[in-house]
T-cell receptor, first 112, second 115 residues
């Protein structure tokens, strides 16, 4: 079955770029997502990419997809303290259930 | 983006009582909604898939008689935690799938504390 893995923690200085990495196991066409969760809140969809794309950029966010290595990354440019949160990578199930398979989440800490 | 409203945001109840949590899609019709449970510092665990007009599909290990799901309309799904016990204390989050099926929008979550 599908599996999604992420590193657990990342600490960066304010103003630097952050890169959060994710690996997935499904080899078929799929959608991949990045969600942000602030403390005590639900999940906010940041961006998503279809597996036939290599890159997607939206303001400070850049998603890179290496389909050969099944590696997805989220780059946040000019990281701000407000970006401190947990970032979840997710993949959609290929069956008709449309379930999301989540990674464990990466806690991003932005130091002033 | 689309908006999903979840209510209440926080509930404290006594052991043995039942608690109902509502999930509404405010500006779109959601034929499918999902209910998740999240433990502290952990990822989301899918509990069940709620389909409008039909029975919910529960994940393995989730007691359907304990966690009752009703999806009576295209904009509302409810999760009732029956006879709640302290071990049911958790953060419950719902999501709604858009019509195209590829995006899930999440509610703000409900923090349940059972005393």
């Amino acid at each position: 079955g599908e599996d999604v893995e992420q590193s657990l923690f990342l600490s960066v200085r304010e103003g630097d770029s952050s890169v959060i990495n994710c690996t997935y196991t499904d080899s078929s066409s799929t959608y991949l997502y990045w969600y942000k969760q602030e403390p005590g809140a639900g999940l906010q969809l940041l961006t998503y990419i279809f597996s036939n794309m290599d890159m997607k950029q939206d303001q400070r966010l850049t998603v890179l997809l290496n389909k050969k290595d099944k590696h997805l990354s989220l780059r946040i440019a000019d990281t701000q303290t407000g970006d401190s949160a947990i970032y979840f990578c997710a993949e959609i199930a290929l069956d008709s259930s449309y379930k999301l398979i989540f990674g464990s989440g990466t806690r991003l800490l932005v130091r002033p | 983006g689309a908006v999903v409203s979840q209510h209440p945001s926080r509930v404290i109840c006594k052991s043995g009582t039942s608690v109902k949590i509502e999930c509404r899609s405010l500006d779109f019709q959601a034929t499918t909604m999902f209910w998740y449970r999240q433990f502290p510092k952990k990822s989301l665990m899918l509990m069940a898939t709620s389909n409008e007009g039909s029975k919910a599909t529960y994940e393995q290990g989730v007691e359907k008689d304990k966690f009752l799901i009703n999806h009576a309309s295209l904009t509302l799904s409810t999760l009732t935690v029956t006879s709640a016990h302290p071990e049911d204390s958790s953060f419950y989050i719902c999501s709604a799938r858009d019509r195209e099926g590829v995006i899930q929008y999440f509610g703000a979550g409900t923090r349940l504390s059972v005393l």
